[in-house]
């Protein structure tokens, strides 16, 4: 996108990309690789027992050069210190953003309005350490003296997302006799469904909640607390029912004892909560040990992000490729996709992560941008989604930069199906890359028996583009430190393009009008009142809907 007036009037390197863009454009990753045997090597990064492979991207050095003045231009590193000391970079909201601070491992102090917050987060890790312990060896037992092993975390985005996604990537790690449920959406098909399933005597049941006034959040914590009321009586609330919240005062009002509330602060956005108490879920399932090796694979991502210099700064790279990609070549969306079962839940989990964070149409400093912002994230476990989408990877005329997540040592060695798994992972990247030409095609379907004919017929379905860049991330395994890592990667990715598009990362605006009216609507559906001010669809489907549930 050549429009980017704001950006590049700003910065000498927007210009500079504009113009190189031009001629690089048409280059072929696979000519690249051709001309330079040591391509890999140079575009690769590791870190502790990761590797992020960036060769197969349509980049030069000279490319490189330019994104990483972009970078300086934008005040990159300047801008990750300020996150790092506990400045308020959410400027919408006046607030810090220390998702940092919660795995923190060397505890030195960070401060927010002059008070250090790291002694109140060590205080929440070692309740919830004591919590899961008691709660994992049967000292804090159900209301009838059972062991509590249902855990139900009932929340919605930021407070469901992440410990939904970490608990299920950790699967392997869960306590032989603990299961764990997710209630999100207000569909009473998603409460109903996990409680026909569970013994109220056995349940547990974590509230989560920042706000504690999201709707789908109380109106399912309402239904599971009826529930258990029903079946056990009053008095076994405080010892089936736990919050996480920032609000002690709507967790009291809502009836559960603020002894049992866990605490996290408002410089926790909520989808990057996962690592605060938010998490607990997570920490009951693995335990607290597994819990902490997940903060410390964090944080050894957050001390690459903070220390390491911009080019060799996996992060920073991902972000500014990502730039390249979305106002360069007009590559508006991106597809991750992870060779791990247990890692089905990441998309979902970086849509939020992702989108929330940078689908934003106005400036750090008030102004429209004249830019595209965060791309559109979709994708699924490989190899599923290789016969679903990537069809459209393969041969479409959207072009979708990917990310191919890879495991060397699967939790389940079966047989030969992690060496199948893994190959084909490998394979979908260098198809991508290298494509195949019709005459390549042509000569394949002769060798296989068919006529000239034919094969002249079909040449062009056959054949591939190619040039379609990926990204690969290889881990020795998804244990609780690479998934830390992994996480905090993407968290610090979506932060640098940000930076790039000057634009609050931190703030999510844009879900308000839609429950702001589903307020309004509520009452029109509940009864014979209606609504002013609706376009006529509205008020037709409005009428529609009630006639059909008399
Ligand atoms: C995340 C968002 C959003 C939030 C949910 C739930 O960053 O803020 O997804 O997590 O709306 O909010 P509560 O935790 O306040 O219920």
């Known amino acids: 996108m050549f429009g980017c007036k704001q950006l590049s009037n700003k910065c000498k390197a927007w210009k500079k990309l504009t113009k190189h863009f031009k001629?690089?454009?048409?280059?072929?990753?696979?000519?690249?690789?051709?001309?330079?045997?040591?391509?890999?090597?140079?575009?690769?990064?590791?870190?502790?027992?990761?590797?992020?492979?960036?060769?197969?991207?349509?980049?030069?050095?000279?490319?490189?050069?330019?994104?990483?003045?972009?970078?300086?231009?934008?005040?990159m590193s300047e801008k990750i210190e300020a996150m790092f000391k506990g400045e308020k970079i959410n400027k919408t909201e006046n607030r810090a953003v220390l998702h940092v601070a919660l795995r923190n491992r060397e505890n030195t102090p960070i401060y927010v309005d002059g008070k250090d917050v790291m002694p109140d987060v060590n205080a929440v890790l070692a309740k919830i350490r004591k919590f899961t312990d008691d709660v994992r060896l049967g000292k804090f037992l159900g209301y009838t003296g059972k062991k509590l092993t249902n855990i139900v975390n009932i929340g919605i985005g930021g407070s469901d997302l992440g410990p939904k996604m970490a608990t299920e990537a950790l699967k392997k790690y869960w306590a032989k006799d603990i299961k764990c449920y997710f209630i999100s959406n207000i569909d009473g098909t998603a409460c109903s469904e996990v409680l026909n399933k569970l013994n109220p005597e056995e349940t547990l049941f974590i509230v989560c909640s920042k706000t504690f006034t999201t709707i789908e959040t109380l109106t399912n914590a309402k239904t599971c607390r009826k529930w258990l009321v029903d079946a056990l009586g009053e008095h076994a609330v405080s010892k089936?029912?736990?919050?996480?919240?920032?609000?002690?005062?709507?967790?009291?009002?809502?009836?559960?004892?603020?002894?049992?509330?866990?605490?996290?602060?408002?410089?926790v956005g909520g989808r990057y909560s996962m690592w605060s108490a938010i998490g607990l879920s997570i920490a009951l399932a693995v335990g607290m040990d597994n819990f902490e090796k997940m903060l410390d694979g964090a944080h050894e991502m957050d001390m690459h992000f903070k220390y390491t210099e911009l080019s060799q700064n996996i992060p920073v790279i991902l972000g500014l490729l990502s730039v390249w990609y979305n106002n360069f070549f007009n590559f508006h969306s991106t597809a991750i996709i992870p060779y791990d079962?247990?890692?089905?839940?990441?998309?979902?989990?970086?849509?939020?992560?992702?989108?929330?964070?940078?689908?934003?149409?106005?400036?750090?400093?008030?102004?429209?941008?004249?830019?595209?912002?965060?791309?559109?994230?979709?994708?699924?476990?490989?190899?599923?989604?290789?016969h679903s989408f990537f069809q459209l990877l393969h041969q479409g005329t959207e072009i979708v930069p990917c990310d191919i997540i890879v495991p060397a040592i699967s939790h389940n060695e079966v047989g030969e199906h992690h060496e199948i798994l893994l190959a084909n992972a490998l394979a979908q990247g260098e198809a991508l890359m290298r494509g195949k030409s019709t005459r390549e095609a042509y000569y394949e379907m002769c060798k296989a028996g068919k006529t000239k004919e034919e094969a002249e017929k079909l040449k062009k379905c056959k054949s591939f583009p190619g040039n379609r860049p990926t990204n690969t991330l290889i881990f020795k395994k998804i244990d609780p430190y690479a998934l830390g890592m992994l996480i905090a990667m993407y968290e610090h990715k979506t932060f640098v393009e940000g930076i790039i598009w000057n634009i609050n990362s931190f703030d999510q605006m844009g879900v308000e009008l839609g429950k702001q009216m589903a307020l309004s609507i509520l009452p029109e559906l509940q009864s014979n009142a209606s609504g002013l001010g609706h376009d006529s669809s509205t008020t037709n489907l409005i009428k529609m809907i009630k006639r059909l549930r008399k």
């Open 240 to 267: 089936h029912f736990v919050a996480v919240s920032t609000n002690a005062v709507e967790v009291a009002k809502f009836g559960i004892d603020t002894a049992n509330m866990f605490e996290f602060w408002n410089f």
């Open 23 to 75: 001629d690089v454009q048409k280059t072929e990753m696979k000519t690249l690789f051709k001309k330079d045997a040591q391509r890999a090597e140079r575009y690769s990064i590791n870190l502790d027992a990761m590797m992020l492979d960036y060769s197969k991207n349509r980049i030069t050095d000279k490319t490189m050069a330019y994104l990483l003045e972009l970078a300086k231009e934008c005040k």
């Open 341 to 386: 079962q247990y890692l089905q839940y990441l998309p979902a989990y970086l849509q939020q992560q992702i989108m929330e964070s940078n689908g934003k149409f106005v400036t750090n400093s008030g102004e429209l941008v004249n830019y595209c912002t965060s791309p559109i994230v979709f994708g699924g476990a490989g190899t599923d989604v290789q």
